[in-house]
């Protein structure tokens, strides 16, 4: 598993490891992490010798640490040149430590020598901002960003930290930030470098161990990995029977979108549960047993008979409000997707989880779409929080949000999900697993890794997998974390 910590958790933490440290000590650490990581990408590009290095460095730490990487590089043969955001208060030490290592200061407002550095940089260090970051950049630091985005230089853009210009604790970009191609991050993760579009800027990510692992506490979001799934996928023991291993319910599909009913009745089949009823109309319902013969189905919920979860909504269409209600009302823990968001109750007072896309969470939050897309883990904390459910904001990062203030977002996501009708497969997933007595985080968040896993499977072995491509992808992905059912 990974840990996400806010700004407030990794200056504590600092601190007291600072206190046990002589001076700087801890600024070397993360130095010596993010120079390791400039050399192996210089080597990849010619070497570290004579190879060309800019430094864009604010005034604060970052700027500290970015400078000092300079002058390791440059006592290794790099040419290294450096721009300061706001020289009067470039970081001292390392300030001096790169001009004796035969670093060049470049002018910010010298735009040739600006442009020619950055043309002919086989890597741009991104010192401006850290986790001292506020609002998006200005003024030069905004210019400067805009001309990496311009593609001013074909050297590698390695953040510091984090992405200059995002903000730490939401991975929102209130205005200009960098882009970056690579971001070495100190002592733990930010929600900057997981949560888009801060992740989208971040580029790909690398870890320097600064040693503040025991100063940092619990955190309260986190990104699991192929093991934290494996541990939390149901388990069926020896004596397990169809009942005993959840029966779930979906109440999806229409007329007008009968294949929502067969992916998520499908998603459903595959997460673990010994049964799925399904309840819609008679047509539909011939369609799914014709695709699942070994799921039930009835007409409504309370035809269908007992279940343990049920999975609400996807391509339900208009008028099922009086079964989506009864299905609310079991009682039982509940996934709510697409059309049944419209039927919300005022507050949940059972396990629910709810899987909007931005389109869909805007509409319920009566915010834009695009504001939700902009502020993806404030709107999904913001729905969890009125609607006492975990909220699984899906798109480009899945976020899920609880309303005690835990958050996950998940690794696996690929935009060949991007899709019609991977949605339905996710909640029938999702819903399963609940059946099976995980809880709504849980659920939500072992479904979302997998049905990433399985769209980056589709994606392999088809040019543009579809929904279906995706859902049979499924077994692979589940057999591979898990091992097969029964011990075999
Ligand atoms: N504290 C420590 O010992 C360590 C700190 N480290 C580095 O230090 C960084 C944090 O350093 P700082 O706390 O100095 O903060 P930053 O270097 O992130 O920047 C803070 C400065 O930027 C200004 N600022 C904030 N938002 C701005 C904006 N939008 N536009 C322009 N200026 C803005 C602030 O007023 C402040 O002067 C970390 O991200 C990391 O890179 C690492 O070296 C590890 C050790
Ligand atoms: N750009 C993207 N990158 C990664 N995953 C995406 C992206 N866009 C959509 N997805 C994923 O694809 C699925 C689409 O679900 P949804 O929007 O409900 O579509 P549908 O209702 O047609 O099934 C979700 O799992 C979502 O997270
Ligand atoms: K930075």
Same mark, same amino acid.
């Given at each position: 598993m990974k840990t996400v910590h806010t700004v407030e958790e990794v200056r504590a933490a600092e601190e007291a490891l600072m206190a046990r440290l002589p001076d700087g000590a801890l600024m070397q650490r993360a130095v010596a992490g993010l120079v390791t990581v400039c050399a192996r990408l210089l080597r990849e590009s @010619? @070497? /570290?010798?004579g190879a060309r290095v800019v430094v864009l460095a604010g005034a604060g730490n970052n700027g500290g640490d970015a400078l000092w990487a300079g002058a390791r590089l440059a006592r290794r043969g790099a040419h290294a040149d450096a721009v300061l955001l706001d020289p009067a208060k470039a970081h001292a030490e390392g300030l001096t430590a790169f001009r004796s290592a035969g670093g060049r200061v470049v002018s910010v407002d010298d735009g040739v020598g600006l442009r020619s550095a950055l043309a002919q940089a086989d890597l741009v260090l991104d010192g401006i901002l850290g986790i001292g970051g506020r609002g998006g950049l200005r003024g030069d630091a905004a210019r400067l960003a805009a001309l990496l985005r311009e593609g001013r230089t074909a050297g590698a853009v390695v953040a510091v930290d984090l992405p200059s210009? /995002?903000? &730490?604790? %939401? *991975? =929102? %970009?209130p205005g200009d930030a960098v882009a970056a191609d690579h971001t070495v991050t100190f002592g733990t993760l930010k929600a900057a470098l997981v949560v888009d579009p801060g992740a989208a800027a971040a580029g790909t990510l690398h870890f320097a161990d600064i040693g503040l692992g025991p100063f940092?506490? =619990?955190?309260?979001m986190t990104v699991l990995d192929d093991a934290d799934v494996a541990a939390l996928l149901p388990d069926p023991g020896r004596e397990s029977d169809k009942y005993s291993r959840g029966v779930v319910g979906v109440l999806a599909g229409s007329a007008q979108f009968p294949g929502a009913a067969v992916l998520a009745t499908g998603g459903a089949l595959h997460g673990g549960a010994g049964m799925v009823r399904y309840a819609g109309p008679d047509a539909v319902a011939t369609e799914v047993r014709e695709r699942w013969p070994e799921a039930i189905a009835g007409p409504s919920p309370d035809a269908v008979g007992r279940v343990q979860a049920w999975t609400i909504g996807? *391509?339900? @269409?208009? @008028?099922?409000e009086d079964d989506v209600r009864a299905a609310l009302g079991a009682g039982l823990p509940v996934l709510v997707d697409a059309d049944g968001l419209r039927w919300l109750p005022e507050r949940f007072t059972g396990p629910a989880l709810l899987t909007p896309h931005a389109g869909e969470l805007s509409r319920l939050l009566d915010v834009d779409r695009s504001a939700v897309e902009a502020r993806r883990l404030h709107h999904a904390r913001e729905a969890a929080r009125r609607w006492n459910a975990v909220v699984l904001l899906k798109g480009s990062t899945t976020v899920l949000a609880a309303p005690d203030g835990r958050v996950r977002v998940n &690794? %696996? *996501? %690929?935009? $060949?999900?991007? $899709?019609?009708g991977t949605g339905d497969v996710l909640a029938g997933l999702a819903g399963s697993l609940l059946a099976g007595g995980l809880s709504p985080l849980d659920a939500g968040s072992v479904a979302a890794f997998a049905h990433g896993l399985a769209g980056q499977r589709a994606a392999a072995g088809s040019g543009y997998p579809s929904a279906g491509d995706v859902l049979a992808a499924l077994p692979a992905v589940l057999r591979s974390l898990r091992g097969p059912v029964g011990g075999g």
């Open positions: @010619g @070497g /570290v010798y210009g /995002v903000d &730490p604790d %939401t *991975g =929102e %970009t940092l506490p =619990e955190a309260e996807s *391509g339900l @269409g208009d @008028g099922r &690794p %696996t *996501g %690929t935009s $060949a999900l991007a $899709a019609a």
